[in-house]
């Protein structure tokens, strides 16, 4: 762990780092494809419009972006985007911004298209100050406010200079008072024009003005504004100024840029610098928008359709940032409003069309080139298999398809050979190797290319036409005997003899048919050679043509990792390093021990390794790239954001040149040229914020009732209660070189003993802790490894529930103790009490078994009156149920007998005299015939009415068919009389029983069926008949009428008909039972035992008298 530098030291390594930009873009000006690098930031990002107007680091960290449509608060990694909202005054006032200022006490002031605006961060919203009269609350009216604030400067006693369209205005943050300087045609020591763009303060105090077209200074001393023309501007307008390192005023126009000497006596010598299309180094466009003095007093200039241009002192010329469509990481938009520096050197470039650039740090250490479509002068193919530095310090750059590239580091410029422009026999080149002038190059099945630069000619040599082993070549060299050794497919190594004209072949002694690959060769300080194959490392020792082979053994620690050797290092002192598909091992050549390296490295397959000149060994592996320190153990990573080409790296594809820079090979995206020597680390470590709390992961907002009372960004307390146990944090390290390599630790003291350290995870999760009070802490390091020690904090309490309290655990104790003290007083009284009571009680348990043998008689006695009466009560249970059994039977008996009166006289009477009376229908007295036609119809009347009446009182049916014919005959009766269709279904067989049984349950059905056309309100109902086990009859009675309420006290007064029915049916053994409810219906139940009578009795029978032949079926 790193900890933070001082000041100086970080001003002087910022200071480094920039010259260090400044210089590779110098340098890239002369050649295509070598000008800044940028991130960009867009929409599509979050950024709420493309058109960027102000750029500015508060001094939390929080990069603020003023944008035609919005205001951005950028953390690294989201936005938070603030606008108008109707109807709210304390949001922004205006979303078109034009500046963004921070004064001396940190207040950001935010000027715009209305006037400008102060964020307070406590509150998270806007005082707005406006000179339009407005009835909304919070906004402030000012006279002499202008509408359009387009610069804030604050001078040195604190007061705000606004420059805006109706002058220059001074306004007091302490008062709120607004003093405005306007043009007076006839004070020549007044604005020359209401219409000012730009203020700069310079280092006496004073204010310089862009005013209109003219330049105007307003002198602190005298308060007096004194105008200064310009000669040789043609311009009608004045965009911005900018003071530089060296005290020049600089004054950009819509008609190019000119700067003043502040230091000459009269500041009157004007040098003017416009486009001319016959210079490279001149402005690259004569409307400058925007000017900006980076930290080392560099002058940038943004202008409209000319991208981003840096004034070079040296050579008094400009150099040209311009965005370039065949590579994605240019400048994107060549409109240029706004630039700022933030604290750790990254230049912030806002466009009109293409959001926020960010340039990258070390922009010329770590060097990214890959071919761009439409771009004939880029690297050929981006697959790169090896590299080689000739003698004149060209680099040639082997591609797997694209041929042989040339590389001059100088102007990082690029020539191509391939199959289709020379005689190269394959595109596929694996391996360059210089030998008396000429270049050997091995390639993939088309042999050994000999090219002779100098006549630009290529010949090949292959198995075809020499000896030579094979065709397929992977490395080349020499040894110091003067033989050409190569790397082969399937042949291994092979050496030449120079004697025979004939080729040796060295295979690892383990498989040696198969995996015979020699992808490396490396000669070390002794002049021996590494061998790296696909089946273990061999070294080749050239003096006695001796092997050594070394292969992984999984029970021999000291055995080498993997059996695919891709890389090797030499540290000296007979130590390397070598890098295999299992991971990196250090190698003892002379104890000839592999000792595997446990270090954190990014990727287990180690592709490429290089060792720079401080000794760090940069290894390119299958999942990106790092650099590794031998002596400390320590690894760095790098990513795309420090401009590496990605995460995957080819193997045996690196070369260290000769003035140290490091060449690192991808398989698919190019290849990185590393400067170790350039590359400077950010000392300054960042700022780290708190920016979202979560409670069962949903974000608290501050509020009335909430756990946050100000935005977590600023809030000192976050106070729970016990249900709210479980919340998280999210945080934000406001480093912007490279946020993913930012790195993290938190601490809950009262309840982690050790910080957290997490990576680049940026949240933090507590689960049940218990209440109490706490104070969660976030510490922040960037990619460099450098802390913020002081990090942030926030207090929480976690409030305990009512029973965890204090005052209630106090209480509790207290009814303890009290209960204790009561129950060992208690104790004690009783014990007393109980001897007291002991000994009454000895004396009356002898009185006690004396009365208890009287009592044994007493109840033997009792118990034999009990024996008698219950025997006597049963006997009368029996009689009146043989007394209610008779009178039932008595009442069916009544009944049949007064039918068999009706049937047998008044019927037979009614039926005679219709005879009689139809003798009278002949009379040939019309009126005699008529009366007797209506006595006819009334004696059938009389007749139906007399044959119906005696199927109620007791159907014949029913005697003579049994109970499953009564009621077939009960159904169709019902729907007759009363329209209630019965759908009944019984067993075949139902004749078995009694007869008393059979008229009880007619009747029982009967009644239910009544109760169903009076209570039920429906038009059917289902009568079910079936026989029971132990010779038991159920019969069962649904509808799906109103039904009722069984319980309710209504039916228990109205329902005495059901209770009739249950009483009669307990009679002979049976029961009614009864399922309704509201709206769902009712069931009755009749269950009766086929013989009747009780369990004990035999069945009472009825008298079978039948009726008489005229008992037929009324008509």
């Known amino acids: 762990m790193m900890a933070g530098p001082g000041t100086i030291g970080s001003r002087l390594a910022l200071r480094a780092a920039s010259l260090i930009v400044l210089a590779g873009l110098a340098l890239g000006a002369g050649s295509r494809g070598a000008t800044l690098q940028f991130k960009h930031l867009t929409p599509e990002d979050g950024l709420s419009h493309s058109w960027v107007r102000a750029i500015l680091q508060d001094s939390q960290g929080y990069m603020w972006l003023g944008t035609a449509a919005g205001l951005n608060r950028y953390d690294g990694y989201s936005f938070r985007v603030y606008r108008h909202e109707r109807g709210s005054s304390r949001s922004l006032l205006n979303a078109s911004i034009n ?498 390296v446990n270090a954190a490295l990014p990727g287990s397959e180690i592709r490429s390794m290089a060792k720079d000149r401080r000794g760090h060994i940069w290894i390119g592996t299958d999942r990106g790239l790092c650099r590794y320190s031998p002596v400390t153990g320590q690894v760095k990573y790098y990513t795309k954001g420090d401009g590496t080409l990605g995460n995957d790296y080819n193997r045996c594809a690196y070369l260290v040149s000769r003035d140290g820079a490091i060449y690192l090979g991808g398989v698919n995206n190019g290849f990185n040229v590393i400067y170790p020597n350039r590359i400077t680390e950010n000392r300054v470590p960042p700022g780290i914020v708190i920016t979202d709390f979560k409670i069962a992961n949903r974000s608290v907002l501050p509020g009335a009732g909430s756990a946050l009372e100000q935005p977590i960004e600023v809030a000192k307390h976050i106070d729970l209660s016990h249900s709210q146990s479980s919340f998280s944090f999210e945080l934000a390290a406001l480093d912007f070189s490279n946020p993913d390599r930012n790195h993290y630790a938190f601490k809950l003291d009262g309840f982690d003993k050790e910080w957290n350290e997490v990576g680049s995870q940026r949240s933090a999760t507590y689960t049940n802790i218990s209440p109490g009070k706490y104070v969660f802490r976030a510490r922040a390091a960037n990619g460099d490894g450098y802390w913020n020690e002081q990090g942030t904090s926030v207090s929480l309490q976690i409030h305990p529930p009512v029973w965890g309290t204090w005052w209630f655990r106090l209480l509790v104790v207290g009814f303890g103790l009290t209960a204790v003290l009561t129950v060992v007083l208690g104790a004690r009284r009783r014990r007393r009490i109980l001897e007291s009571m002991n000994t009454q009680l000895n004396a009356e348990i002898l009185h006690a078994r004396k009365a208890e043998e009287g009592l044994r008689e007493a109840r033997d006695q009792l118990e034999q009156k009990v024996r008698e009466r219950t025997t006597e009560l049963t006997e009368r249970a029996n009689q009146l149920r043989t007394l209610a059994g008779e009178l039932t039977l008595a009442e069916q008996r009544e009944r049949r007998h007064l039918a068999r009166l009706l049937h047998d006289h008044l019927q037979q009477l009614l039926v005679g005299a219709k005879f009689r009376v139809a003798l009278l229908t002949n009379a040939a007295d019309p009126a005699v015939k008529q009366a007797a036609e209506e006595i006819q119809s009334l004696l059938s009347e009389s007749i139906q009415a007399s044959r119906s009446l005696t199927a109620e009182l007791s159907p014949p049916i029913l005697h003579e068919g049994g109970l499953g014919a009564g009621l077939e005959w009960l159904a169709n009766w019902m729907h007759e009389k009363h329209g209630l269709v019965v759908v009944l279904s019984a067993e075949e067989d139902l004749t078995a029983a009694a007869e008393d049984v059979s008229v009880l349950l007619f009747e029982s059905v009967r009644e239910l069926l009544f109760n169903v056309v009076k209570h039920a309100k429906v038009q059917s109902a289902s009568v079910r008949l079936e026989r029971l086990e132990g010779q038991m009859l159920r019969i069962s009675v649904r509808d799906h009428g109103r039904g009722f309420d069984p319980d309710a006290q209504q039916f228990s007064r109205e329902g005495f008909g059901l209770f009739s029915i249950r009483e009669r049916l307990s009679l002979v053994g049976g029961r009614l039972e009864m399922q309704s409810s509201p709206g769902q219906g009712s069931e009755m139940t009749l269950i009766a035992p086929l013989a009747g009578g009780g369990a004990d009795d035999p069945p009472a029978r009825l008298s079978k008298e039948p009726y008489s032949e005229l008992d037929c079926s009324p008509t």
């Open 99 to 596: 500046s963004l200022f921070e004064d001396t006490q940190g207040r950001l002031w935010i000027g715009h298209e209305r006037g400008f605006s102060l964020y307070q961060p406590l509150t998270d919203d806007f005082i707005n100050f406006s000179g339009t009269a407005s009835t909304e609350q919070g906004v402030v009216i000012l006279s002499g406010l202008g509408t359009t604030i387009r610069c804030i400067v604050q001078d040195l006693s604190g007061g705000l200079w606004l420059a805006s369209d109706a002058g220059l205005l001074l306004f007091n943050p302490e008062t709120r008072r607004v003093e405005a300087y306007r043009h007076d045609p006839k004070d020549v020591h007044s604005l020359s024009s209401n219409e000012v763009r730009s203020i700069v303060r310079d280092h006496e105090g004073d204010l310089w003005l862009a005013v209109g077209n003219s330049l105007n200074r307003f002198d602190r001393g005298t308060h007096q504004i004194n105008r200064h023309p310009i000669t040789g501007v043609n311009s009608s307008d004045l965009t911005q100024l900018a003071i530089d390192r060296f005290d020049y005023l600089w004054i950009g126009t819509d008609d190019g840029v000119c700067r003043l000497d502040l230091n000459r006596p009269t500041r009157s010598v004007v040098e003017c610098f416009r486009h001319d299309r016959r210079k490279a180094g001149s402005l690259a466009s004569d409307f400058a928008r925007v000017l900006f003095a980076d930290r080392d007093g560099q002058i940038w200039v943004g202008t409209e359709n000319g991208g981003l241009d840096r004034f070079d002192y040296e050579t008094g010329t400009f150099v040209h940032c311009r965005t370039d469509p065949n590579d994605p990481s240019s400048l994107n938009n060549e409109s240029v409003y706004s630039l700022f520096e933030d604290r750790a050197g990254i230049l912030w470039v806002g466009t009109f069309a293409g959001g926020a650039n960010l340039t990258r740090r070390n922009q010329d250490a770590i060097l990214h080139f890959k071919t761009l479509p439409g771009n004939a002068e880029s690297l050929s193919y981006n697959s790169i298999t090896d590299f080689f530095e000739d003698k004149e310090g060209y680099v040639w750059i082997c591609t797997d398809g694209g041929g042989l590239d040339r590389f001059d580091p100088r102007t990082r410029q690029f020539e191509h050979w391939t199959s289709r422009n020379s005689g190269l026999t394959r595109d596929a080149v694996l391996d360059v190797f210089e030998d008396d002038g000429k270049l050997l190059i091995g390639t993939w099945a088309g042999g050994l290319n000999v090219f002779d630069p100098k006549k630009g000619t290529f010949r090949a040599v292959t198995t075809r036409n020499s000896n030579l082993p094979s065709n397929s070549i992977f490395d080349i060299a020499r040894d110091r005997r003067g033989r050409l050794l190569l790397g082969t497919y399937e042949r291994g190594l092979v050496v030449q003899d120079l004697v025979n004209d004939s080729w040796t072949s060295y295979v690892p002694d383990r498989n040696p048919f198969r995996d015979a690959n020699a992808l490396l060769l490396h000669e070390d300080a002794d002049g021996d050679f590494f061998v790296g194959t696909e089946s273990g490392l061999m070294i080749f020792h050239p003096e006695d043509d001796s092997l050594q082979t070394f292969h992984h053994n999984d029970l021999d620690l000291a055995s080498i990792a993997g059996e695919r050797v891709y890389a090797v290092t030499e540290m000296g002192g007979g130590i390397y390093y070598v890098g295999t598909d299992e991971g990196l091992d250090r190698f003892d050549k002379k104890a000839r021990i592999f000792s595997h």
